[in-house]
């Protein structure tokens, strides 16, 4: 199948080059200049494991085309994909500015009837605005079909996501094109069928609700946390007593410092903003929002409890920027927040995080971050050692460079890896919950 995938982010370069690696042609357009030249050289704007090397391989078989042009994309493919960014704007609503664009520039360049696949993260109507758009300022006489097919990729396992979904969720507004996306997706569940078939809004609100669900999860478990702290239970237990409940399951329930990224944050305030549009008042999600927004105050709180609100006299070791490990996201990332305002009490920072450094220095300027290259680096003159995104790298201490290096030995774990017996070696350890 011929397809063109319009935005080249985390969605759009992992997607359009999956569907290549099945064996098909798919132009992936971005405006981004810069980015589709880096693309044609094999230089990947993203850290996202294994898909440098599918990129390659795919444009050496020709599978894969990065380019510019819109027209030229849409010259030659009859389903269209629309993977642009769908931010959150200021009042908390869904920021649709680049899906109408798309959608205007479609109208403005396609040439033959083709079906047009939302799989931006959009509230429920949209796939029919973007339907309405298209008719309304096209300028060949063809007809569109519009679908809305999801994505659930998860960042830094999204290769491994795509093209082995959990399900493949495909909303249309007629039978042919759920056809045409169920042979598209086939070598993608070859081993048994994953298809979930439903109309456009349904498909839509799926996705906002997936989310919704893992962020309850976690700003439930975060509050359990803190109740836990309060009365001298440990939320580790806890989590280890509920997990075992079939009914519960042991995944999203781990107490932290808050939940990030470019989905969760967005979608809860997305979801909140279309039930009030529609008239009603979301009581839970609310509250899902809200506990994670001071989650991300804890360590904050729990550093100045133990150090004081003057934090001038004091150097923070940082291990993990990323919102997440395995990528280098940051964007909402509980490191932005607690960085932010360390510094505003006086502190400096150390940081290392093995993949965002970069993506973060371009969401905190300050002359007080000093970022190093090595996790151990950190230490060096560090009163206390903070630990944020738990990448794999970070999961084992080496305590004898720990008390080697720290000034004090303080550790301040924002995701509970670090085991309580470190405090038998002299360590003061503050965790969440426990
Ligand atoms: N990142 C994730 O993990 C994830 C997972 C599932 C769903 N989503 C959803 O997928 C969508 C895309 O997310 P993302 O993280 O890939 O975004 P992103 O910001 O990484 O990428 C968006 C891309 O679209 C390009 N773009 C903007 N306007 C364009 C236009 N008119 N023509 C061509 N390209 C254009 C931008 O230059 C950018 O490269 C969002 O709705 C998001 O909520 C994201």
Redesign the pocket.
Known sequence: MNLTV???????LVTGTCFAEMGNKVYC????EN?INNLKEGVIPIYEPHLATMVIDNQDKNNLFFTTNLKEALDDSNIIFI????PEADDGSVNLD?VF??AK?IAENITKDSLIVT????PVGTGFKVKEIINDNKINDINISIASN??????GVAIEDCLHPDRVIIGTEDEKSAEILKELYAPFVANHERFILMDVKSAEMTKYVANAMLATKISFMNEIANICEKTGANVQSVRLGIGSDKRIGYKFIYAGCGYG???FP??VKGLINTSVEHGYVPNILSMVDEVNESQKMIIVEKITNRLGNDLSNFTFGVWGLAFKPQTDDVRCAPSITIISELLKRGAKVKAYDPKAVETFKREVESDNIEYVDSKYDVLDDADALILITEWKEFRTLDLYELSKRLNQKIIFDGRNIYPKRIEEEGFELYQIGC
Not at 29 to 32: H, R
């Open positions: 319009i935005g080249t982010g985390y969605v759009g357009v971005d405006i981004d980015k993977a642009v960014g769908t680049f664009t798309v520039q799989k931006s993260t959009v999801p994505e659930f990729l998860k960042e990224g470019s989905c967005k979608d």
